[in-house]
């Protein structure tokens, strides 16, 4: 492994998303600002390849790290127009109870990254689709190689987003020959970035429960090593209804172009999420409407929500797929010719229910992960029927993933119910950690053991006052205690 290429393409990750980060002037503590400049930087340094291919540049080593570096130093001159002594928070260190949870993780996420260094890519989508563009366009330096004279009629992978290809391209060439520890690089960052949201919203036992919970998916942990687009997919859906929901408070232009802005890197990595987004669009409306804001600035706002989805949909389809791809390829043939036979949507719902969600199979890919949010629902509903914002805008998200996924496969018959949809209902996985964290029940819980935690420290700070001071000895005089005169 070339260990130079590595720490270069870190900095070049972590610089090119603080970059885009201090553009669209976020006040962010420094963990979410480090985590989020790294999660950000993988996507966008994805790029450089196609700007190489589209000038008809040879893809070299040479000329990676070049157009790598040209492209920070593009996206980072707003850290040095903007440059402000950067302040560094108070340091929390964890509690002894934290403690075993973060051995734990420790432990899974070294497993993933050693997994992801050394295991090479598995999945069928992938040796059929972007790892074997990536492999021949290395060899033959081009992104238009000999591997499209192989008769690929049998898979529609090479038709995908150029995410992974391009990732695949610059790490085999700077990194190690099998690529794929970008997605180390996405995982690690998104995990501290879940772990600090939890603890900012209930107890620290409770949110290592939460996500150690979370970790033992077993379809989704195996994803953090085995190479698709569904789990970085993942990640930039959630940090847009993330932000969605801290815009609907605040209200500021920024954070509405930064929702934008990462709702257009899930569209990126798959072009399908469009369909989602623009199913999360009527949250803002019905948001703007209680606001009485006036119709113009409602479709205005809108119109900045959904735009940079849409574009990110463009440079996928008629871009790359058009410029890089010398193959013939239509939406329209893949789509459903009987829209008009509403029963098959009706039919991948209730499939998505009976199959995936509640069922033995789903325990094999999801454990009791959805019993034990569906358990935790009921209990809200139950009581305290308290629903904080946050937990209204992610059983929103909830809703959309499913009832979006169900909308999919009505109108593109090849995303099927057992890959496809299975791998998107990891969305709908991170934002019920979201709710659960953000649960009625829960936060009632998490105030009892901080209550408690607070007792006992106040009953030893106030044991320490009252402990009687020990008074001094008075040295014995020689021959005994003198006499008063």
Request: glycine share 4%.
């Amino acid at each position: 492994m070339n260990i130079t290429g590595l720490i270069f393409l870190l900095v070049a990750h972590f610089l090119c998303g603080k970059g885009v980060l201090k553009l669209f002037g976020l006040m962010l503590r420094p963990v979410q600002i480090f985590c989020l400049s790294l999660m950000i930087g993988v996507p966008v340094v994805s790029l450089a390849p196609c700007f190489l291919q589209l000038m008809h540049f040879p893809l070299t080593s040479g000329s990676m790290y070049v157009s790598i570096s040209l492209l920070t130093a593009i996206l980072a001159s707003p850290l040095v127009i903007r440059y402000k002594k950067p302040q560094l928070g108070k340091l929390i260190l964890p509690q002894l109870y934290e403690l075993p949870f973060i051995a734990i993780f420790f432990f899974l996420i070294v497993l993933s990254i050693w997994r992801c260094f050394y295991l090479p890519p598995q999945a069928r989508d992938m040796l059929a689709g972007p790892e074997l563009l990536a492999e021949f366009a290395v060899r033959e330096k081009n992104m238009i190689s000999s591997v499209f004279t192989i008769d690929l009629s049998t898979t529609n992978n090479q038709f995908k987003s150029p995410f992974i290809t391009c990732l695949q391209i610059i790490y085999k060439l700077l990194v190690a020959p099998l690529g794929q520890l970008w997605l180390s690089i996405l995982f690690l960052p998104f995990i501290i970035f879940i772990y600090t949201m939890l603890r900012d919203r209930i107890h620290p036992v409770l949110a290592g429960m939460l996500l150690l919970i979370y970790f033992a998916i077993p379809d989704l942990y195996a994803y953090t090593y085995l190479m698709l687009y569904d789990y970085s997919n993942m990640v930039f859906f959630f940090c847009g209804f993330y932000f969605l929901s801290q815009y609907l408070e605040t209200k500021k232009a920024n954070e509405l172009a930064w929702t934008a802005f990462l709702f257009a890197l899930a569209t990126y990595i798959r072009t399908e999420t469009l369909v989602l987004v623009v199913m999360t669009t009527p949250l803002l409306v019905f948001s703007f409407y209680k606001q009485k804001v006036p119709f113009k600035d409602i479709a205005i706002r809108s119109f900045i929500f959904v735009i940079g989805s849409v574009l990110a949909y463009f440079i996928c389809s008629a871009v790359f797929v058009r410029s890089f791809i010398p193959l013939h390829f239509s939406v329209g043939e893949v789509m459903n010719r009987y829209l008009g036979d509403v029963s098959a949507l009706f039919l991948r719902l209730k499939e998505i229910s009976t199959l995936l969600i509640f069922s033995e199979r789903a325990e094999i890919f999801y454990a009791y992960y959805i019993y034990i949010f569906c358990a935790i629902l009921v209990i809200d509903v139950i009581w305290p029927r308290k629903y904080n914002h946050e937990a209204r805008v992610a059983l929103y998200g909830i809703v959309v993933v499913y009832v979006g996924l169900a909308l999919l496969g009505y109108l593109l018959p090849n995303v099927d119910l057992l890959n496809t949809t299975k791998r998107g209902l990891f969305k709908g996985l991170i934002l019920a950690l979201w709710y659960m964290s953000n649960s009625g029940f829960l936060q009632k819980i998490s105030d009892w053991m901080t209550a408690y935690e607070n007792g006992i420290r106040d009953s030893r700070a106030g044991d320490a006052e009252n402990k009687p001071v020990a008074q001094p000895v008075q040295p014995k005089m020689k021959g005994g205690t003198r006499k008063a005169k």
